[in-house]
T-cell receptor, first 113, second 114 residues
Framework: DQQVKQNSPSLSVQEGRISILNCDYT??????FLWYKKYPAEGPTFLIS?????DKNEDGRFTVFLNKSAKHLSLHIVPSQPGDSAVYFC????????????FGKGTRLHILP | DVKVTQSSRYLVKRTGEKVFLECVQD?????MFWYRQDPGLGLRLIYF???????EKGDIPEGYSVSREKKERFSLILESASTNQTSMYLC????FGVGSYEQYFGPGTRLTVT
């Protein structure tokens, strides 16, 4: 029973364009969301997060949007660069719950030259 | 800079062997986690620990055990390795408490069981 779903296993985007990665969740108790980026043979690195009191958080080229009513979040990367090619994991947690986060299965992003 | 290190990047073991994967963090984090990553399955939590001597089962603890004797060190043990435990193993750490959900990951150990 997947609580965090990333329905697109892979995505290809032209360099310079916008990359949009999507994530859905089922647990309405989740109130904190994170995105991680992972290169092959390396551990995931934290990218950006958002709490449920916000609907948008921006950090440079990366913006995360949260739609609580739809239980949906998305990560926008503008403009996409070759170094953005990686696997992106969406994750969620409950602030008042245990200190663990639930990860989605990941989306592999390919930035095309 | 947070540093999480794992004892081996690559490991090859035989079926039935006892395997130890070590993880050390240098940021005085209370929480430590072990995950495995498999293609198409994402990151799955095996075990985690909030404090020394404490451990909690994650989503897939079967076939694994853990040890946390010191705050900075969290070990994952495969009592009798099997081929279905061939995977990438990732250790992570984080601060304890509300709002501290950013986890810092080690580089991973790619374990092959033959």
């Amino acid at each position: 029973d997947q609580q965090v779903k990333q329905n697109s296993p892979s995505l290809s985007v032209q360099e310079g364009r916008i990359s949009i990665l999507n994530c859905d969740y089922t647990n309405s108790m989740f109130d904190y969301f994170l995105w991680y980026k992972k290169y092959p043979a390396e551990g995931p690195t934290f990218l950006i997060s958002i709490s449920s009191i916000k609907d948008k958080n921006e950090d440079g080229r990366f913006t995360v949007f949260l739609n609580k009513s739809a239980k949906h979040l998305s990560l926008h990367i503008v403009p996409s660069q070759p170094g953005d090619s990686a696997v992106y994991f969406c994750a969620a947690s409950e602030i008042e719950g245990e200190d663990k986060i639930i990860f989605g299965k990941g989306t592999r992003l390919h930035i095309l030259p | 800079d947070v540093k999480v290190t794992q004892s081996s990047r690559y490991l090859v073991k035989r079926t039935g062997e006892k395997v130890f994967l070590e993880c050390v963090q240098d940021m005085d984090h209370e929480n430590m986690f072990w995950y495995r990553q498999d293609p198409g399955l994402g990151l799955r939590l095996i075990y985690f620990s909030y404090d020394v001597k404490m451990k909690e089962k994650g989503d897939i603890p079967e076939g694994y055990s853990v040890s946390r004797e010191k705050k900075e060190r969290f070990s994952l043990i495969l009592e009798s390795a099997s081929t279905n435990q061939t995977s990438m193993y990732l250790c992570a750490s984080s601060l304890f408490g509300v709002g501290s959900y950013e986890q810092y990951f080690g580089p991973g150990t790619r374990l092959t069981v033959t």
